[in-house]
């Protein structure tokens, strides 16, 4: 969000409990209210709506990552919003040999996996002109993610997991998909469409990058299988990303080459 002013735009963002400090027109609003969404949306008469609020767990789940995203869809129809919508590798079922491509069958094999493939077909069904974007790990902002965070927590002590070998992920640039999203803002595309990074790592070798590049010893990673743990998971969630490149000018680039400048 913090490229699109840099790139013209009028930013008007939303926000659920903590006012974040980017600049922007900054909104307070909870998706799962049709009425507040709909006056939002009304009072903005926005161009382009970029939705990514998500719970990944809890009784937040389904009401804000699935009925949320169908209210949002619905209030973009109506004031003739173009729709981007974040979502998942996790909407398949990681067995697949090789990488997802869109047209693939959703079928996951985890609560938010199931919320992140119901939303995707809300929001079709409410906004057929929405594009969906399918994402991976996420790293490389100006703050940490979530997946950094638990690397250096885990290294320091603060928490206790296993990277899975076994787990194969796309991991995206934070900049590399803003800037995406923002070329594919003025774009009629519609339907799934994977945009991540075009180098496959497993969760453990993602994790020994990130040790890597913020000066920790990549060996002290603890590592395991995830068939091995007590909740299911998809193993490859690789995600074939060539349409999204060959549409793009800015360049989706692989986790190796960038963490490792």
């Avoid at 990552?65 to 398949?92: N, P, Q, Y």
């Avoid at 929001?123 to 638990?150: K, N, Q, W």
């Avoid at 360049?251 to 963490?259: D, F």
Wanted: charged residues 25%; contains cysteine.
């Amino acid at each position: 969000m913090g490229r699109a002013p840099s790139a013209g735009w009028d930013v008007h963002a939303t926000y659920r409990s903590t006012h974040p400090s980017l600049p922007a027109t900054w909104l307070r609003l909870d998706v799962c209210s049709a009425e507040a969404v709909g006056y939002a949306f009304e009072r903005t008469r926005p161009q382009a709506v970029i939705h990514t609020a998500v719970a990944e767990t809890g009784p937040a789940l389904w009401p804000t990552t699935a009925v949320g995203a169908a209210i949002v869809a619905d209030a973009a129809r109506r004031v003739g919003a173009r729709l981007l919508h974040l979502s998942s590798d996790a909407v398949f079922d990681g067995e697949r040999v090789g990488r997802y491509r869109e047209w693939d069958a959703r079928r996951p094999v985890s609560d938010y996996g199931w919320a992140k493939a119901a939303a995707e077909c809300m929001v079709a069904d409410a906004h057929p002109e929405a594009l969906i974007v399918r994402t991976s790990l996420l790293y490389g902002g100006a703050t940490l993610s979530r997946a950094e965070r638990l690397v250096l927590d885990v290294l320091s002590g603060r928490a206790q997991a296993a990277f899975f070998t076994d787990e194969l992920r796309c991991p995206a640039v934070v900049g590399d998909l803003a800037a995406a999203l923002l070329e594919f803002a003025t774009r009629p595309l519609a339907g799934p469409l994977h945009v991540a990074g075009p180098e496959v790592v497993s969760r453990y070798e993602f994790a020994c990058l990130v040790a890597a590049a913020r000066g920790r010893p990549p060996e002290l990673v603890p590592s395991g299988r995830s068939a091995d743990g007590p909740h299911q998971r998809p193993r490859n969630c690789a995600l074939d990303s060539r349409r999204a490149a060959a549409l793009l000018r800015t360049r989706l680039r692989g986790v190796r080459e960038v963490l490792k400048r």
